[in-house]
């Protein structure tokens, strides 16, 4: 959950272009045989979601701030005392999911406006733990948030006994409010304490969800573009951890993620560019400047499907060497590639589209 930018070497911007079209003709087919009710209900539960991932954080915060100056005050006073002297952790130690979220009818109808689609191509065991790496982060991650943060998609059906749970950016569960909001919904920071604690204090068949690229990968967004870039080759840490628990490596990716919305292209070494990665490194997201298909955060009716590739079987290493950690990254990636070139065209590109790993 960071707001992202992409780099696109073709014309994008604002006006018609070949994937804009393409989603033109898309929108038809699948809004055919839905009634406009039906068509409403699926806009509105995808623009809560989009509105929610842009200012719920910052509504929340403001809103505290505001009641510190009311004669409310003692409320705003006691949840900060608590969040920081009892609570601190508990977004480390697995948060506190519940189904209730996790079942919002809403939901299906978020699903049902792309629509959504999970696939499975091999069987996932409950009785191991996985670290699922998820491609690409698109602008809002969608794929992921509706196959891994949500009942919606079937992920329960599809592997009975695993349990899924999406890791995002750490500094958001120290959000007040909107960290109750993203724990219920059975999320949980990326770090290393909250990891260690997922893969190995609670059983078996965990399966943490990484979105591997995170802000840099934002940036590499590119609808209609040839050749979808993935940021992967330096970053080792899931593989290191993955190898200390035992835990199978397994690549997804989530085809017409990039296709979701227009984007304001910065060339790189612009001044916009420079800005977005000096924003990057001080708070750990990339603002994005994008236009969506109606109301400008609405996205494009792109189908995206969610493809979970097999499991690369991965050894328990307490203290794993950086051979060890070169190797089955190297794994990894190869996976990736082949998950990506085996399922493009079933999933609706051409067959002369590429994947591209930096």
């Given at each position: 959950?960071?707001?992202?930018?992409?780099?696109?070497h073709v014309p994008c911007g604002l006006g018609e272009s070949a994937s804009s079209r393409l989603s033109s003709e898309k929108l038809s087919g699948m809004t055919e045989g839905k009634s406009q009710w039906k068509e409403l209900v699926e806009a509105v539960s995808v623009l809560q979601w989009v509105l929610s991932f842009l200012f719920l954080g910052l509504s929340c915060m403001i809103l505290m701030v505001y009641?510190?100056?009311?004669?409310?005050?003692?409320?705003?006073?006691?949840?900060?005392?608590?969040?920081?002297?009892?609570?601190?952790?508990?977004?480390?130690?697995?948060?506190?999911?519940?189904?209730?979220?996790?079942?919002?009818?809403?939901?299906?109808?978020?699903?049902?406006?792309?629509?959504?689609?999970?696939?499975?191509?091999?069987?996932?065991?409950?009785?191991?733990?996985?670290?699922?790496?998820?491609?690409?982060?698109?602008?809002?991650?969608?794929?992921?948030?509706?196959?891994?943060?949500?009942?919606?998609?079937?992920?329960?059906?599809?592997?009975?006994?695993?349990?899924?749970?999406?890791?995002?950016?750490?500094?958001?569960?120290?959000?007040?409010?909107?960290?109750?909001?993203?724990?219920?919904?059975?999320?949980?920071?990326?770090?290393?304490?909250?990891?260690?604690?997922?893969?190995?204090?609670?059983?078996?068949?965990?399966?943490?969800?990484?979105?591997?690229?995170?802000?840099?990968?934002?940036?590499?967004?590119?609808?209609?573009?040839?050749?979808?870039?993935?940021?992967?080759?330096?970053?080792?840490?899931?593989?290191?951890?993955?190898?200390?628990?035992?835990?199978?490596?397994?690549?997804?990716?989530?085809?017409?993620?990039?296709?979701?919305?227009?984007?304001?292209?910065?060339?790189?070494?612009?001044?916009?560019?420079?800005?977005?990665?000096?924003?990057?490194?001080?708070?750990?997201?990339?603002?994005?400047?994008?236009?969506?298909?109606?109301?400008?955060?609405?996205?494009?009716?792109?189908?995206?499907?969610?493809?979970?590739?097999?499991?690369?079987?991965?050894?328990?290493?307490?203290?794993?060497?950086?051979?060890?950690?070169?190797?089955?990254?190297?794994?990894?990636?190869?996976?990736?590639?082949?998950?990506?070139?085996?399922?493009?065209?079933?999933?609706?590109?051409?067959?002369?589209?590429?994947?591209?790993?930096?």
């Open positions: 959950m960071i707001w992202s930018k992409c780099v696109l009641l510190m100056f009311t004669s409310l005050w003692p409320l705003p006073a006691l949840y900060f005392t608590w969040m920081v002297l009892a609570d601190w952790q508990t977004p480390e130690r697995g948060g506190r999911k519940t189904t209730f979220v996790s079942r919002w009818r809403i939901w299906d109808h978020y699903r049902d406006y792309f629509p959504v689609k999970l696939v499975k191509t091999a069987e996932l065991s409950p009785d191991k733990n996985y670290v699922l790496g998820c491609h690409p982060h698109g602008i809002m991650s969608t794929g992921a948030f509706s196959c891994f943060s949500t009942e919606s998609s079937g992920f329960a059906q599809a592997f009975p006994g695993m349990r899924a749970r999406l890791v995002v950016l750490a500094g958001l569960f120290r959000i007040p409010l909107f960290r109750e909001y993203l724990m219920c919904a059975g999320i949980c920071p990326v770090s290393r304490p909250s990891l260690v604690h997922l893969l190995s204090k609670t059983g078996k068949g965990n399966a943490v969800v990484i979105i591997i690229g995170g802000a840099a990968e934002s940036l590499s967004s590119c609808p209609g573009a040839d050749t979808h870039t993935v940021v992967v080759k330096d970053r080792k840490g899931f593989v290191r951890v993955a190898l200390e628990f035992g835990a199978d490596l397994v690549p997804v990716y989530s085809f017409g993620e990039n296709e979701l919305f227009q984007q304001v292209i910065f060339s790189d070494g612009s001044l916009g560019r420079r800005l977005q990665d000096l924003f990057k490194r001080v708070m750990g997201f990339a603002p994005c400047l994008f236009v969506g298909e109606r109301m400008a955060f609405l996205p494009y009716r792109t189908p995206v499907t969610t493809v979970v590739g097999s499991p690369i079987p991965v050894p328990r290493r307490v203290t794993p060497t950086q051979e060890e950690v070169d190797h089955y990254h190297r794994l990894y990636m190869e996976g990736l590639s082949k998950l990506f070139n085996q399922h493009k065209v079933s999933c609706g590109l051409p067959e002369s589209h590429k994947l591209r790993i930096i």
